[in-house]
């Protein structure tokens, strides 16, 4: 079965740079997800989209933009990047519930995000 | 506002022993609750959830979950564990009317070690 898919899976950065990371939810899949995990936290939630438009937004910096596609995929941009960004970042699809599911997330393997 | 809680950050377990992982939720309205495994540098792996009816709940790879609604609790449990088993296991709720695209609420996990 598909899975999301992310990339990239590992990306080293300069402070003060930028970074894009790409997700791929599931088909049919109408909600996607971005979480930060820094090392040994739980995921931290940090913006999500429903059929394209934001739905819920979490702890993510102003630093940071997100935005869903017309074909579903979403991208997490990141500028001026500090070493606290440093983390993997998971990026998460479901459908919405009241539509035979109960939202539960589908997580891809995330993308390691290094700031150097 | 929606929480869960971990009490644990380490369960140590002897192989082909029974295991649990303790969890406790608080949420307005009924709870979407469900369990997650994260193994080293992986995305979370979706392995239950409860959303209404029987309090216990199986799922993938052995594990079960009971939903204890007087003690708002959801812990994992597995009647013989595997070294295999050793990863991070983290419990998630979401609110059953809190919109249907809301994000899900983590614990901040608990390592589990099954020793031979």
């Known amino acids: 079965a598909a899975g999301v898919i992310q990339s990239p899976r590992h990306l080293i950065k300069e402070k003060r740079e930028t970074a894009t990371l790409k997700c791929y939810p599931i088909?049919?899949?109408?909600?996607v997800y971005w979480y930060q995990q820094g090392p040994g936290q739980d995921p931290q939630f940090l913006i999500s989209?429903?059929?394209?438009?934001?739905?819920d937004k979490g702890s993510i910096p102003d630093r940071f933009s997100a935005q869903q596609f017309s074909d579903y995929h979403s991208e997490l941009n990141m500028s001026s990047l500090e070493l606290g960004d440093s983390a993997l970042y998971f990026c998460?699809?479901?459908?919405?519930?009241?539509?035979?599911?109960?939202?539960?997330?589908?997580f891809g393997e995330g993308s390691r995000l290094t700031v150097l | 506002a929606q929480s869960v809680a971990q009490p644990e950050d380490q369960v140590n377990v002897a192989e082909g022993n029974p295991l649990t992982v303790k969890c406790t939720y608080s949420v307005s309205g009924n709870p979407y609750l469900f369990w997650y495994v994260q193994y080293p540098n992986r995305g979370l792996q979706f392995l239950l959830k409860?959303?209404?009816?029987?309090?216990l709940v199986k799922g993938s790879y052995g594990f079960e979950a009971e939903f204890n609604k007087s003690q708002t609790s959801f812990h994992l449990k597995k009647p013989s564990a595997l070294v295999s088993d050793s990863a991070l296991y983290f419990c998630?709720?979401?609110?059953?009317?809190?919109?249907?695209?809301?994000?899900?609420?983590f614990g901040a996990g608990t390592r589990l070690a099954v020793h031979p």
């Open positions: 088909p049919r899949h109408d909600t």
């Open positions: 998460a699809s479901s459908l919405a519930l009241g539509r035979d599911s109960a939202g539960e997330l589908f």
């Open positions: 989209f429903y059929e394209k438009m934001q739905s």
């Open positions: 409860y959303i209404t009816g029987d309090n």
């Open positions: 998630a709720v979401r609110g059953a009317f809190s919109g249907g695209y809301n994000k899900l609420i």
